[in-house]
């Protein structure tokens, strides 16, 4: 089973910034590599919806929410995925989910649909 440890989240003015970090780790064995990493929100009464993705070769997707605000990155050596988002607005809170798909283990086995618990965003002031 793929773990997916997500941090950074809390409570943020309007106009500000957060990053949040995701880890991803095996409970009993090694990841060999991670296809796509990626953040998705939630509000409650509405369908998770994507932030942003990114690619093993680093190339990002961003949902029209985040377009020219948030900003996805990741390490490969460290199977960890970032989200910087600036200039938030009250409408950015949620919570906010990190997601792996395609995570290669050291057995050859391919793990699929992938989701941490969750941290949350509130901006507000």
């Known amino acids: 089973q793929v773990q997916l440890v997500e941090s950074g989240g809390g409570l943020v003015q309007p106009g500000g910034s957060l990053r949040l970090s995701c880890a991803a780790s095996g409970r009993i064995f090694s990841i060999i590599s991670i296809n796509a990493m990626g953040w998705y929100r939630q509000v409650p009464g509405k369908e998770r919806e994507l932030v942003a993705a990114i690619t093993s070769g680093g190339i990002p997707n961003y949902g029209d929410s985040a377009k020219g605000r948030f900003t996805i990155s990741r390490d490969n050596a460290k199977n960890m995925v970032y989200l910087q988002m600036n200039s938030l607005k009250p409408e950015d809170t949620a919570v906010y989910y990190c997601?792996?798909?395609?995570?290669?283990?050291?057995?050859?086995?391919?793990?699929?649909?992938?989701w941490g618990q969750g941290t949350q965003v509130t901006v507000s002031s």
């Open positions: 997601n792996a798909e395609g995570v290669v283990d050291g057995r050859g086995r391919v793990w699929r649909n992938n």
